[in-house]
């Protein structure tokens, strides 16, 4: 099973950036797309986004629709998610998932591999 490690978390101002990045461990044919959640205190896991491996196609929750990006980059087996203009209520322990499915799927059961997650505070 591939492993998925993310990174690019941290502490910024409400309005402020941050990208995070999901590295895969290695090349894994049956991965078809890459989705990010996020858990804040308290709630249960919320879906952010997905991309599919191949084509790039993409999804998003309608909460981070407009500011937030998801992207991948083939040859660095990376997927990154670019969040602008970031509220305190993104605050959360965001986490990537891999699936075999090219459903562009919102739901955790159709991910088989995830990571451990990085911490997001949106806070001033």
């Known amino acids: 099973q591939v492993q998925l490690v993310e990174s690019g978390g941290g502490l910024v101002q409400p309005g402020g950036s941050l990208r995070l990045s999901c590295a895969a461990s290695?090349?894994?044919?049956?991965?078809?797309?890459v989705g990010w959640y996020r858990q804040a205190p308290g709630k249960g896991r919320e879906f952010v986004s997905v991309?599919?491996?191949?084509?790039?196609?993409?999804s998003y929750a309608d909460s981070v629709k407009g500011r937030f990006t998801i992207s991948r980059d083939n040859a660095k087996n990376t997927v990154y998610l670019q969040m602008s203009n970031l509220k305190p209520e993104d605050t959360a322990v965001y986490y990537c998932a891999a699936s075999r499915s090219t459903l562009l799927s919102s739901y955790p059961s159709s991910y088989d591999s995830w990571g451990r997650g990085t911490q997001v505070t949106v806070s001033s």
């Open positions: 991309i599919t491996w191949s084509g790039g196609s993409t």
């Open positions: 290695r090349i894994d044919l049956s991965i078809k797309s």
